[in-house]
């Protein structure tokens, strides 16, 4: 089985020969074809929880547990039961960097109290000040240590990472999200907002592989044109020709489903 014949697969037509593969070798070869497929959901995610792990490990550590991590999930993957492996595997990786974190930078004794005590003095501060306050400011206000204001703050990106810009319906499906600080500065706005989840997501489906990328590291990894780039490993403009693309593709197909719907 060679390399240049895999290429021409899809992710779906490269799982079905892998799950019904019985030679070792050609399972391994389909296993490396497909792993490399979704490093870059390892290289999004590492890109995004930078914060979390930055004390304690390198992105290319991450990577490297990412990837062993998408090639355990291919095996415990079942395209019958689970969500999109896009959606399986992101999760798992998130999983592995909040264990990580966990066992290297424990929760702090009474963090809620304290984390609603920094959110409190920040809306105090802001309302006298009229603009947010600084560090130095919140530590003087609060009579805490500094590193203890910043291990608070890192605990709160924790708690909440796991949810970053993706949500999952009954069936543990992903639901596409844009991300609410940006709806404004987005000329599809309207086709984002207002269509049905489930129309969307079938009309995801049917776009290219390249193209769910682009969607996926934009929309829910909520990474720039040039970071996206970076990741898959063409020029910015080539991802903002994918992204276009896809845009027209899921306008077209929801239009039409608004006629049939009529």
């Avoid at 490396?32 to 390892?42: A, D, G, N, P, S």
């Avoid at 930078?50 to 415990?76: C, H, N, T, W």
């Amino acid at each position: 089985m060679s390399r240049s014949s895999l290429c021409c697969k899809t992710n779906d037509e490269l799982f079905a020969l892998y799950y019904s593969e019985w030679d070792e070798e050609k399972k391994s070869e389909l296993r490396q074809e497909i792993t490399l497929r979704y490093v870059y959901i390892v290289k999004a995610v590492a890109w995004q929880m930078r914060d979390l792990y930055s004390g304690f490990a390198q992105p290319e550590d991450i990577v490297d547990e990412g990837v062993l991590k998408i090639m355990k999930g291919i095996d415990r993957y079942d395209p019958d039961r689970d969500c999109r492996f896009e959606a399986f595997v992101s999760r798992r990786i998130r999983g592995m960097v909040i264990d990580l974190v966990r066992k290297n930078d424990w929760m702090p004794r009474n963090y809620h109290r304290d984390r609603k005590s920094i959110e409190k003095a920040v809306e105090t501060l802001t309302r006298k000040k009229g603009s947010a306050p600084s560090d130095d400011e919140l530590v003087k206000y609060l009579s805490i240590d500094e590193k203890k204001l910043h291990k608070i703050r890192r605990m709160s990106r924790m708690g909440n990472v796991l949810s970053l810009d993706m949500t999952y319906n009954d069936n543990d499906e992903t639901i596409l999200q844009v991300p609410s600080d940006k709806v404004s500065e987005q000329p599809e706005q309207s086709l984002l907002k207002n269509e049905q989840k489930k129309v969307l997501a079938e009309a995801i489906e049917k776009l290219q592989d390249k193209e769910k990328t682009v969607i996926s590291l934009y929309y829910v990894e909520e990474l720039n044109m040039n970071e996206i780039a970076d990741v898959m490993g063409v020029s910015q403009p080539r991802v903002s020709q994918l992204h276009a693309q896809a845009i027209k593709k899921l306008r077209k197909y929801l239009n039409e489903d608004e006629e049939i719907s009529a």
